[in-house]
C-alpha cells in the first residue's frame, strides 16, 4: 500500500479491517502495541511511557516497582506519589456515580473508595 495509514511500529499499511490501538497521533496494530523491555501487548486504558514516538515501556505495578523508579522520579523538577492506574471496572463506576451526583458527599466518596478500591485522594481528585 502506497498511501493510507500505516503503522507507527512496523511501517506496514493498516487495512479497515485490523484491529489497531492509538497513542498520541500515531496508530498501532495490536501486536506492535508492545513493551520494548518486556514484549508484553500493551492494552486499552494501560499507563506507560512513550520514547521515541513509537516505543513504550509500560508502567510496573506498586508491588513490583523497585529502587529505580524513585531514581528515575529525582531526575525531575517535582517530587509526586505514584500514579494510579484506574482500570475499566473502576472508570465505569466513578462515572455513574460521578453523573448523578457532580459534587458527591465525603460520605459517599468513602462508598466509592470502598467499591472501587482506590485511596479515598483519587476519589477526590
Given at each position: 500500500?502506497?498511501?493510507?495509514?500505516?503503522?507507527?511500529?512496523?511501517?506496514?499499511?493498516?487495512?479497515?479491517?485490523?484491529?489497531?490501538?492509538?497513542?498520541?497521533?500515531?496508530?498501532?496494530?495490536?501486536?506492535?502495541?508492545?513493551?520494548?523491555?518486556?514484549?508484553?501487548?500493551?492494552?486499552?486504558?494501560?499507563?506507560?511511557?512513550?520514547?521515541?514516538?513509537?516505543?513504550?515501556?509500560a508502567n510496573v505495578s506498586d508491588k513490583e516497582t523497585g529502587?529505580?523508579?524513585?531514581?528515575?522520579?529525582?531526575?525531575?523538577?517535582?517530587?509526586?506519589?505514584?500514579?494510579?492506574?484506574?482500570?475499566?471496572?473502576?472508570?465505569?463506576?466513578?462515572?455513574?456515580?460521578f453523573a448523578a451526583t457532580p459534587k458527591p458527599t465525603r460520605?459517599?466518596?468513602?462508598?466509592?473508595?470502598?467499591?472501587?478500591?482506590?485511596?479515598?485522594?483519587?476519589?477526590?481528585?
Amino acid at each position: 500500500r502506497c498511501f493510507g495509514t500505516k503503522c507507527a511500529g512496523c511501517a506496514q499499511g493498516i487495512s479497515p479491517s485490523d484491529l489497531v490501538r492509538r497513542a498520541r497521533s500515531k496508530v498501532f496494530h495490536l501486536n506492535c502495541f508492545t513493551c520494548m523491555m518486556c514484549n508484553k501487548q500493551l492494552s486499552t486504558g494501560e499507563e506507560l511511557y512513550i520514547i521515541d514516538e513509537n516505543k513504550f515501556v509500560a508502567n510496573v505495578s506498586d508491588k513490583e516497582t523497585g529502587s529505580n523508579e524513585n531514581d528515575d522520579q529525582n531526575l525531575g523538577a517535582k517530587r509526586r506519589g505514584p500514579r494510579t492506574t484506574i482500570k475499566a471496572k473502576q472508570l465505569e463506576t466513578l462515572k455513574a456515580a460521578f453523573a448523578a451526583t457532580p459534587k458527591p458527599t465525603r460520605h459517599i466518596r468513602e462508598q466509592l473508595a470502598q467499591e472501587t478500591g482506590l485511596n479515598m485522594r483519587v476519589i477526590q481528585v
